[in-house]
């Protein structure tokens, strides 16, 4: 067990009301009266990544992004840039590594991957230098020759198998999005062409339905839609459209229904649960974030005492009390498909720096 998380075990055994008395803790009640929503959309801060090697890990994304700073936060290894990315070590390979040969990890959590906005165009080189190339993207599904980034394919877009074949030909174009294998076999993207603003604040993600999952975001976290609201008396949920190329996947990717979510500093993509079906041999529902390469993300918020007592009334699950960090404090809670989020409130000196 790490340092954090045995303080957070203890922690936690105080929070239930534990001790030597050998007395049963008891129910978490909400508050009393009705807790508004605190103000604000809160701000992307960090993603949590799992690493054997922490120190090696931080090389590869300084490498990927130079202007990135090493530093510290809770006493972890981070690297800090439009989003820092904090990493706890661990022992042994941690779960969710992308798999080249599926095109997918083995065990998909909601988390899909990270990465950063940039032109792609000659990122190859970039990709060279880190000794990562890229993975190949398939173009169809009757086979053809991979490509490294989507601007290389012989077509405009995305596209399912059935559209496919009436698609106009198109000539190689600048950017496009493309995938490299960080460290600890997490997913990274790169995307984006030459008007890109460069930005290490990208993260997609996986839910059984988007939709739904968008309409939880923005009701219980504040976040902004940035796609189609449902509209009243509308049912958020709908079935997964037809796969479409280029993909990681030689079945390619399920792009509908889609929805998204801005919060501070990003937008998050929220896209299906791709093994649905028999796509991946049998149906495979999503897994819980915690423990995967890609742990968890982490938001700043300004008043979490606040946050805290409006997420006891929504009855969210709290996977991590409410808690001192060296930063200010912190607590860990469960959204849809158990996707882990950290939520952060960062005292005046943290801010200031």
């Known amino acids: ?21 050998g007395c ?5 009640v909400p508050p009393a009266d009705p807790v508004a929503r605190p103000a604000g959309t809160p701000a992307l801060h960090h993603v949590g990544l799992n690493s054997t090697d922490p120190t090696a890990a931080l090389a590869w994304y300084a490498a990927l992004w130079p202007s990135a700073q090493a530093t510290t936060f809770d006493g972890r290894d981070a690297l800090a840039a439009e989003m820092m990315l904090v990493f706890d070590a661990v022992t042994s390979p941690p779960a969710g590594a992308f798999d080249p040969a599926l095109g ?31 993975l190949p993207l398939h173009i169809g599904p009757d086979g053809g020759s991979p490509v490294w980034r989507s ?4 077509y405009r877009g995305t596209h399912t198998a059935a559209a496919l074949p009436g698609v106009e030909v198109a000539e190689p174009r600048a950017g496009g999005f493309s995938y490299l294998l960080g460290p600890d076999g997490a997913l990274v993207e790169l995307t984006g062409g030459p ?10 993600l996986f839910h059984e339905q988007p939709r739904c999952a968008a309409e939880w975001y923005v009701g219980v976290l504040g976040f902004e839609p940035a796609s189609d609201p449902v509209a009243e008396g509308e049912d958020c949920a709908a079935p997964p459209a037809e796969a479409g190329w280029p ?14 979510v801005d919060v501070v500093g990003t937008q998050f993509s929220i896209y299906p649960r791709q093994c649905f079906g028999a796509r ?18 982490g938001l700043r918020v300004d008043d979490l005492a606040a946050w805290h007592a409006w997420l006891r009334q929504e009855g969210v699950t709290v996977i991590e009390p409410l808690h ?22 960062l005292d005046a000196d943290s801010l200031a720096g």
Not at 280 to 297: A, K, M, N, W, Y
Not at 329 to 340: F, K, S
Request: net charge negative; proline share 7%; aromatic share 2%.
């Open 1 to 21: 067990m790490t340092r954090r998380a045995s303080a957070l075990a203890a922690i936690a055994l105080l929070a239930a009301g534990l001790g030597s008395t």
């Open 24 to 28: 049963t803790p008891a129910a978490e």
């Open 104 to 134: 997918r990890p083995s065990a998909q959590s909601a988390i899909w991957h990270i990465g950063a906005y940039l032109d792609t165009t000659d990122s190859d080189r970039l990709a060279e230098a880190l000794g990562s190339p890229h």
């Open 151 to 154: 601007g290389l394919a012989p």
């Open 195 to 204: 008007n890109t603003r460069p930005s290490l604040s990208h993260v997609h």
């Open 247 to 260: 993909s990681l996947e030689r079945i390619g990717t399920i792009r509908a229904p889609r929805a998204a």
């Open 280 to 297: 991946c041999g049998e149906p495979t529902p999503l897994v819980g974030s915690r423990g995967q390469v890609i742990d968890h993300v």
């Open 324 to 345: 001192d960090i060296e930063e200010g404090r912190a607590l860990m809670i469960e959204g849809p498909d158990a996707i882990a989020i950290e939520l952060v409130e």
